[in-house]
């Protein structure tokens, strides 16, 4: 398999729909690359997974620039995608540009930012700069503090209008792909067939080009994952058994055994 970048991404559209998840680290980007995943999304959700925050805001772009540093070294086949945390890009393009840039040259092919029309210019800058810029719309979760919580979006015509008229102003703007967050799966599959680029669906049902997982709801090492997600494993029960077998057998004397 031949590294995946945005020209075979785009090519997947209507003829292969793409399994992607997060990654935060080298050991499971590898496992994740081994397994065929595309797509690894060094996500701002570490805010969450990996650093004990309840929402994504707090994420630094230095703790992102070592993250996706981690997970390039280990992809070999999966395209790495560095999400843009709060306040790397609502500080005026120029700043956003160099910041963008240290995502790259940390080894992402790509970056995400969240966002539709407030920041089609921002995305034709950098795209313009040479790189790849994968747009998010429906629930962002960086705008939280708007909503008052992580709220389903699109849900009435008039909201479902702004959805769509998001997506077209990122592909316009010229993203190569759009994340669509917590909209019903009817405004997803409208804006699947209105856009020419792929379609990257969380919680936005079946009908999208491509999904999203949280490595850590897909694995199940997070217990409490939303509704939407299917969970393909259920490791938090045999990691917490695997640490207390070792105490145990520690305590016990019988681990290290004599030699």
């Known amino acids: 398999m031949k590294k995946w970048n945005v020209a075979s991404v785009r090519a997947a559209k209507g003829v292969r729909k793409l399994g992607c998840c997060t990654a935060y680290d080298a050991c499971f980007a590898r496992l994740a690359d081994e397994a065929g995943v595309p797509i690894l999304l060094v996500g701002d959700s570490m805010g969450m997974t990996m650093l004990g925050y309840d929402t994504t805001l707090p994420v630094k772009l ?11 070294r280990a ?33 992402a092919d790509a970056v995400k930012l969240e966002g539709g029309a407030r920041v089609a210019g921002l995305i034709r800058r950098l795209v313009d700069s040479g790189i790849p810029v994968l747009a998010h719309v ?24 702004r959805v769509l ?21 009817e405004l997803a599959a409208e804006i699947t067939a209105a856009l020419k ?5 969380i919680g936005a049902g079946p ?9 850590h709801d897909l694995l199940g090492l997070n217990e409490k994952a939303p509704s939407f997600v299917k969970q393909y494993a259920q490791l938090a029960g045999d990691v917490r058994n695997a640490f207390a077998a070792y105490v145990e057998e520690v305590a016990a004397g019988v681990f290290p055994a004599r030699r």
Do not use: H
């Open 62 to 72: 230095e703790e992102t620039v070592s993250a996706t540093a981690a997970v390039a």
């Open 207 to 215: 009908v999208c080009d491509a999904q999203w997982l949280v490595m």
């Open 165 to 185: 008229a998001d997506a077209k102003a990122v592909e316009e703007a010229g993203a190569f792909a759009v994340t669509l967050e917590c909209i019903p799966s």
């Open 75 to 107: 992809a070999k086949d999966a395209m790495v995608v560095a999400d843009m945390p709060f306040g790397s890009y609502q500080c005026g393009d120029d700043l956003a540009v160099a910041n963008a840039v240290k995502c790259i040259q940390a080894g």
């Open 138 to 161: 429906g629930m962002t979760p960086q705008s939280v503090n708007e909503y008052g919580g992580f709220k389903r979006q699109g849900k009435t015509r008039e909201a479902a209008d």
């Open 197 to 201: 680029i792929v379609t990257v669906g």
